[in-house]
């Protein structure tokens, strides 16, 4: 005993950490794991990342408090994930457990995956401290439900975030569930919803996808998409039509991703030399940076691609990422804003038609007035948290 007590603070003092028990308002105690480093490092995972499956924690640390009101704990974590290519990689994310104690069995667990917040590593939400959920996550917590949310691959550690690749997302959402409830083996449930918003709408409809074969042991039942991300390919196919501004560094964005995921598609060469002059910027500013006229705000979408350019490679790869083509096993809700100028209700409908179409239990509630930022928010928000309790009630005292 006293031989492998020895060998484990070894471990730890390679890792530069110490061997942490921690312990929340619910009272009840996390299993053992390594206190990371603070940020910027802690992103950093040792070398080689340390053996294991997909979801193991590397390692954990304590957030500043005040990021949700409702939670008893709020940890960052460091985890071992598979890139969309198979490579061992590590994600990052955050862990939220409600205030109270945990029913019998555990609390239940939604995983929700955040916006559009940018590809750079100072971007990811965990180091912001803020997500484009966070009130809906606090809601959540105040009702009893243990929430995780995922930075994704790339996304503030190593590695170039795969910009809407469907299978990178969905393996990120999925495996920060196995890392949160390796923490918290007695008080988390193995019962799931899986949400998110605008890029985590495409990536919780992936999650849900993958789960049976990738995370076999979650029990999913339903997903809430919120302005999922789909049909790329098809406004790809619209670019040299289209004189609007303001979209232009979402494109370089989704075009970095295809870099990513397929290098021989060869993205850089079909960018105008005003777009390739900012292409470098994609790795080092957030959306609302990315977006300013003095970046790619000034330029239009029509002017981002040769005119003449063959894109049907990048149009193929974007198509092989859209979730509107899976068979998903577990229901959706689709929350969608009718006034939303970014994802626009008309593919939104697309999608659902396509899913039901292949025998997927899905059901869109779209709303007047509602746009892009709101549908988190207010009536769509109260609808997909009455739907959450309905597929997936609360047990414990959580407030209602």
Not at 5 to 31: D, E, M, N, Q, Y
Not at 70 to 86: C, K, P
Not at 137 to 154: H, I, K, M, P, S
Not at 336 to 354: C, H, I, N, R, W
């Amino acid at each position: 005993m006293i031989r492998r007590l020895a060998s484990a603070i070894v471990v730890f003092a390679v890792l530069g950490v110490s061997p942490a028990l921690g312990a929340g308002k619910h009272g009840s105690a996390t299993r053992k794991a390594p206190n990371g480093p603070p940020s910027p490092a802690f992103y950093t995972p040792p070398t080689p990342i340390p053996s294991g499956r997909h979801g193991d924690v590397i390692w954990v640390r304590s957030k500043p408090p005040g990021r949700l009101a409702h939670a008893a704990s709020d940890q960052i974590v460091l985890y071992r994930s598979t890139s969309f290519n198979g490579a061992v990689i590590a994600d990052s994310g955050a862990i939220a457990l409600p205030e109270g104690v945990p029913p019998k069995g555990g609390w239940p667990i939604v995983t929700w995956a955040h916006g559009t917040t940018g590809i750079a590593d100072q971007c990811a939400p965990s180091r912001l401290g803020v997500g484009s959920g966070s009130p809906l996550e606090d809601a959540l917590l105040a009702r009893g439900y243990a929430v995780v949310n995922t930075d994704y691959e790339g996304l503030g550690t190593p590695g170039t975030h795969p910009y809407l690749i469907g299978v990178s997302e969905g393996r990120s959402v999925l495996d920060i569930v196995r890392a949160a409830r390796q923490l918290y083996p007695t008080e988390l449930s193995d019962n799931v919803v899986i949400a998110g918003h605008s890029q985590g709408g495409q990536s919780a409809i992936w999650a849900a996808y993958l789960a049976p074969t990738w995370t076999p042991e979650l029990k999913v039942k339903g997903t809430v998409p919120f302005a999922p991300v789909s049909h790329i390919e098809d406004q790809t196919g619209l670019l040299a039509n289209v004189g609007l501004t303001g979209f232009s560094g979402l494109v370089a964005m989704i075009m970095r991703g295809i870099d990513v995921y397929d290098p021989g598609a060869n993205v850089s060469a079909a960018l105008t030399p005003q777009a390739a002059a900012l292409y470098p910027e994609t790795l080092t500013k957030c959306l609302p940076d990315l977006q300013k006229a003095n970046a790619y705000g000034s330029i239009p979408l029509n002017q981002m691609v040769l005119p003449g350019t063959d894109l049907s490679r990048v149009i193929a790869d974007e198509k092989a990422n859209d979730e509107a083509f899976l068979k998903i096993k577990t229901p959706l809700l689709i929350e969608q804003g009718l006034a939303d100028s970014t994802v626009f209700p008309a593919y939104t409908k697309q999608m659902q038609t396509e899913l039901v179409a292949d025998g997927v239990q899905s059901t869109l509630h779209t709303w007047n007035g509602i746009d892009h930022g709101t549908v988190v928010k207010g009536a769509p928000a109260l609808d997909a948290i009455a739907y959450i309790k309905k597929v997936l009630p609360p047990r414990g005292p959580g407030k209602r």
